[in-house]
């Protein structure tokens, strides 16, 4: 018995190093982005099913929503889902540079924009419009931004100065900018337990709209004039005084290796293609019915067989 | 007046006679220089001149970029190096992975390859069983030494063998190993090390785990620890030796491992980040180097303390210089570098769970895409989740520090020495057959169901649970908002933002004065040259604004940390009940992520500075507890009972005895409050703030790295003027306590 015992001793041992240090998978596997909120973290999933479906090996790596691109340019990860016109154009078409690719883009429409929740409108009826808004701006003030307003703004380095389209503008209110999306959410779901005004940063297709009742607030529509021409827009001594673009684009991102090395992969991340419908049914199944976002994939994928069978 | 009281009052007048000549004289001329500021503004800077700025930032980030792009070693470029580094350390992360909660077709083939040495061992000798077993493993060591030009044939044979276990159904066989084996063997280790009650404690928690679905998470954050805790345990021994034998080695690492512990942790993710592929690699790299000074140090400690008769009879028994180091100083050394070890489990698991931005996934990664969601109960069960874990490794490594080794081995038969490793074989053995037909013993069900004559009942949801907590904050602050927010507006309007604008507003030099006053007061020249060094540092630099925004945030926090916490402290070291009660609490507090305070924070106080001080305070206050407590405990009880046979009252003994004596430890225990404030800067920078903690959390995201680098070393730089000049008031007060 003893013998028997040193000798599967000996067998541990000599499997430790092995354990340590060997490699034995042939196919390398397919690296898929994962970002933190919801809709992405579906999404990813289901195109990694479908790849591995086909037979790929395919791993997930969570990461910062601006780093990524330089990752994925780098070739230290291969495919990015969602990426948004708003909040990355900037570091995507830097990464673009630097050698990723726009494997295309998706069938949705993006909007990035100030938000109310619809109670707001019983005690400022205007607020739909930056003027409305702008008439009972003192509804919105706190402590601090007495007698101005406050608009609860997006993390400073998401690359958008709303302190200037103020200015622009000419409006009551003054941005107070968030660290994180998630202060966003808490502020949203305070004020709105508790049915006080608040006006916020906000964008389209996420799970706020599942959850909470609102709507954008109008600005002047954009155009190249308006960031270029002064006298362009409500503000004849400014720039820059009109909103964000109603319909944002929201693109695929990938390693220029993948053509090469996993084609029939990269056909499918080229045909993979969501529309808002689709996205919003994808976060609800999470964020509504409580599934865990793996899950979530595979109820999307069964629900839109006919979808996946087209990439 | 009694001997005690007598020489605490002695201490005062002492101190009362020297003081108010230089400190008068420090606020007068701070005073003066403040009034010629509001009379004549603008002749006293309150910027450093643009045009003698140094950049530093731009200076920083293009080296960065040259490191990345064009730097070369020895004709190698750096990039290079690193991605090689990063490869390779890839493969551990994997395997652990594998054995962990992956799975994988090589665990099989290790399985096959034990077996195969127990019967060969069985029926012929151990040689032969060890041959046998290295042939059988020999795909695998081919598939990694030779990569790809491994022949196909050989190399997938592990693949293909998993394939035909599939058909047979014994999946189970290459599964990891299953989470019923890996909670007894914890339990195990927990009575080897504690007994019983440890067992229990480590059973518990491994329950918990599984009861709340987060024991995945666990695995998938535990690979990450499980590779870099003997990594930064082995470079920390190793740096530690080099330190007490070369006098040139300590003047380098000892400044840089002070440096090293006082940059917050955030800050490590930028540069790794930067250098290396972004991943579970760069999560594992900056938790090894954030986990590491500590070993060095308690190798350092080991090393010079071991008696000088160990190190003599070793000399006499003729020991080499090595021999002497590895038989005979390590050896004697051993609890100090097992509290070594505990120190960088729980520095790593600390560090992983916030690496999940750059890219580890596990618990830190569940955890903000919950707060994320505002899933804020979901987000308490792995707050809860990663107390837990934290407490369980602290137990066993302390434990294992502090086991005493058993006298009695040599009579002890080898199955009595051996027994917790044969049960956990049994164990092993019989939870991967049972993994054949039951999968819940190999990943824990998401829910407890109940399968019965009437069809399914949900026993336990932690989903249900988590629904339940979140509709409770949720009310709470719909109710307690009305009432807090008054106090908060009025603390905002009244203090806050006063003090703030007041830091903006003074001019620098005012600054440097009164910090190098104390320093010069406290340390001498060496520290107030230091002081002088690192206060440069970030004016020079153009961070003025920023550090300033740090220090009023964090003396506001330390204070409110002061104010809270010695009350507490003194309460506990009075009543043993409530020490009993409180003491746990602080180690849940220390250990509880403090991402999570942030979103109930913001609830309840929006988005301003009132939410940043009320985040840091949980976890900046422990400190000032414990060293109260502790500070009042030590006092020698001869002191205690003079004072009392003297009639002193409960609250005479109090401030005119306990208080004097116990000041020095409160004051470190200050400092410590200090660190782990700046420290958090980093993390309410997730709230929204414009100061040093925003710029190390900004940096990552725009990748401007020199930036996020100098803020880190600015964070850095303000704990070690705090610390030094606190730490010199202290000893010179414990001097003159005659307790130093």
Redesign the interface.
């Known amino acids: 018995m003893k013998n028997v015992i040193k000798g599967i001793a000996a067998a541990a041992v000599i499997a430790m190093p092995v354990a340590a240090f060997a490699e034995a998978e042939s196919d390398d596997p397919i690296i898929i982005v994962q970002n933190n909120w919801t809709s992405q973290l579906v999404l990813s999933y289901v195109v990694g099913k479908v790849l591995e479906e086909k037979g790929y090996t395919v791993e997930y790596a969570p990461s910062d929503s601006q780093l990524q691109f330089q990752a994925i340019a780098d070739g230290d990860m291969h495919f990015q889902v969602e990426a948004w016109e708003g909040s990355m154009k900037s570091a995507f078409e830097k990464a673009v540079e630097n050698g990723m690719i726009d494997a295309g883009t998706h069938s949705a429409l993006t909007r990035e924009e100030w938000w109310i929740p619809n109670y707001v409108l019983e005690t400022c009826p205007g607020a739909g419009s930056w003027q409305g808004l702008d008439r009972c701006a003192e509804q919105f003030a706190t402590a601090e931004t007495k007698p101005k307003g406050r608009f609860v703004g997006p993390p400073a380095d998401w690359g958008k100065n709303y302190a200037d389209r103020i200015d622009a503008l000419e409006m009551n209110f003054e941005a107070i900018n968030v660290g994180q999306a998630a202060t966003l959410w808490a502020e949203l779901q305070s004020a709105y337990d508790r049915k006080e005004p608040i006006v916020l940063f906000n964008w389209t297709p996420n799970f706020i709209e599942s959850k909470f009742e609102g709507q954008f607030v109008d600005f002047p529509a954009p155009s190249a004039a308006c960031n270029e021409v002064k006298e362009w827009g409500p503000n004849p001594n400014a720039t820059g005084d009109c909103g964000a673009p109603h319909s944002g684009w929201l693109k695929k991102a990938a390693w220029s290796g993948l053509a090469e090395k996993y084609p029939g992969a990269w056909s499918v991340m080229q045909n993979v293609d969501f529309s808002n419908s689709q996205i919003a049914a994808a976060a609800l199944l999470v964020d509504v019915d409580g599934m865990e976002p793996e899950e979530a994939a595979e109820k999307w994928i069964e629900d839109n067989a006919d979808v996946v069978a087209s990439w | 007046m009694t001997d005690a009281t007598a020489n605490g009052h002695k201490v005062k007048t002492d101190a009362a006679f020297k003081m108010p000549s230089y400190w008068a004289s420090v606020f007068a001329i701070t005073l003066l220089a403040l009034l010629f500021h509001v009379i004549m503004p603008g002749v006293l800077p309150d910027r450093w001149w643009p045009e003698w700025e140094i950049p530093a930032e731009e200076w920083l980030t293009t080296r960065i970029e040259w490191l990345k792009s064009e730097a070369t070693i020895f004709g190698i470029a750096f990039k290079d190096i690193t991605r090689a580094i990063g490869e390779a350390l890839k493969?551990?992360v994997?395997?652990a992975e594998y054995?962990l909660y992956r799975g994988h077709?090589?665990i099989a083939w290790?399985w096959l390859?034990?077996i195969?040495?127990?019967v060969?061992?069985?029926v012929s000798t151990?040689r032969n069983?060890?041959i046998a077993?290295?042939l059988f493993?020999s795909?695998?060591?081919l598939?990694?030494f030779l990569g790809?030009a491994a022949p196909?044939a050989i190399?997938?044979l592990?693949?293909t063998l998993s394939g035909l276990l599939k058909d047979i159904g014994a999946k189970a066989l290459y599964g990891p190993v299953p989470w019923v084996a890996i909670a007894v063997g914890i339990a195990l280790l927990g009575h080897w090390i504690g007994g019983w009650r440890l067992a229990l404690l480590c059973a518990l928690s491994m329950v918990y785990l599984a009861l709340f679905n987060v024991w995945k998470d666990t695995m998938r954050t535990m690979t990450i620890v499980v590779v870099a805790v003997p990594m930064a345990a082995f470079i920390g021994v190793v740096l530690g030796i080099w330190v007490t034998r070369s006098k040139l080695a300590a003047r380098i690492i000892t400044p840089v491992f002070d440096l090293m512990q006082a940059v917050p942790h955030m800050a490590y993710l930028a540069p790794v980040?930067a250098l290396f592929?972004?991943?579970?690699v760069t999560a594992l790299i900056a938790t090894v180097v954030f986990a590491m000074p500590p070993m060095a140090r308690c190798t350092i400690l080991a090393l010079q303390t071991v008696p000088e008769e160990i190190i003599e009879s070793g000399k006499m028994s003729g020991c080499t210089r090595s021999q002497s180091l590895w038989k005979v100083a390590l050896p004697s050394g051993k609890r100090t570098l097992m509290l070594g070890i505990n120190q960088v489990v729980m520095q790593t698991f600390a560090m992983v769970v916030i690496a999940?931005?750059?890219?580890?996934?596990g618990l830190g990664?569940k955890l903000?895409?919950s707060?994320?969601?505002?899933k804020l109960g979901t987000a308490i069960e792995l707050g809860i989740a990663i107390s837990v874990v934290a407490i369980v490794l602290d137990r066993l490594t302390q434990g294992y520090a502090d086991k005493e080794t058993d006298h009695f081995a040599a009579v002890k038969s080898?199955g009595q020495q051996h027994k917790h490793m044969l049960i956990f074989?049994i164990v092993l053995v019989l939870t991967y057959i049972a993994a054949i037909w039951f999968r819940d013993v190999v990943i824990p069900p998401?829910k407890l169901v109940y399968t019965g004559a009437e069809g399914k009942v949900t026993l336990f949801d932690p989903?249900v649970l988590a629904?339940w907590m979140d509709g409770g904050i949720?009310e709470f602050?719909?109710n307690a908002?009305d009432y807090i927010n008054p106090i908060?507006?009025w603390v905002?309007?009244n203090f806050l933002?006063p003090v703030r604008n007041f830091f903006l507003w003074m001019p620098w030099p005012v600054f440097v004065f009164v910090v190098g006053a104390a320093a010069w007061r406290y340390g001498g020249l060496s520290v107030l040259l230091l002081c002088l060094s690192l206060m440069a540092s970030f004016i020079v630099t153009g961070f003025w604004e920023e550090t300033m925004k740090t220090t009023y945030l964090v003396l506001i926090a330390a204070l409110l940390c002061v104010l809270i916490g010695v009350p507490l402290g003194i309460w506990a070291a009075r009543s043993d009940r409530f020490a009993k009660i409180l003491m746990p609490v602080c180690d849940t507090l220390q250990t509880f992520p403090s991402f999570i305070y942030?979103?109930p924070a913001?609830?309840?106080f929006?988005?301003?500075d009132f939410a940043n001080v009320f985040a840091i305070i949980p976890y900046a206050m422990v400190p000032a507890i414990r060293y109260t407590y502790l500070g009042l405990k030590r006092i020698p009880q001869v002191t205690v009972e003079a004072a009392i046979a003297n009639g002193t009252t409960k609250w005479q003994r109090l401030w005119k005895v306990e208080l004097p004596v116990a000041i020095p430890e409160i004051m470190l225990g200050l400092n410590q409050t200090i660190m782990m404030a700046l420290a958090m800067t980093a993390i309410?920078?997730?709230?929204?703030?414009t100061d040093l903690g925003?710029e190390v959390?900004?940096s990552?995201?725009?990748?401007n790295f020199g930036r996020g680098i100098l803020a880190g070393f600015f964070i850095a730089a303000l704990g070690i003027i705090a610390d030094r000049i606190i730490g010199s008031w202290a000893n010179e007060r414990k001097k003159q306590l005659g307790i130093g």
């Not at chain 2, 999940?356 to 996934?361: C, K, L, T």
């Not at chain 2, 990552?700 to 990748?703: D, L, R």
């Open positions: 493969a551990p994997k395997w054995v077709a090589n290790i390859a034990i195969l040495a127990g060969v061992s069985y151990l069983a060890f077993c290295v493993l795909p695998i060591f598939a990694f790809d196909e190399t997938s592990p693949k980040a592929a972004l991943g579970p999940s931005i750059a890219g580890a996934q990664h903000l895409y707060l994320q969601q505002l080898w074989l998401s989903k629904r949720r602050n719909k908002f908060r507006d905002t309007l933002i942030l979103i913001i609830m309840l929006r988005v301003g309410t920078a997730l709230i929204g703030s925003q959390v900004r990552i995201s725009t990748q």
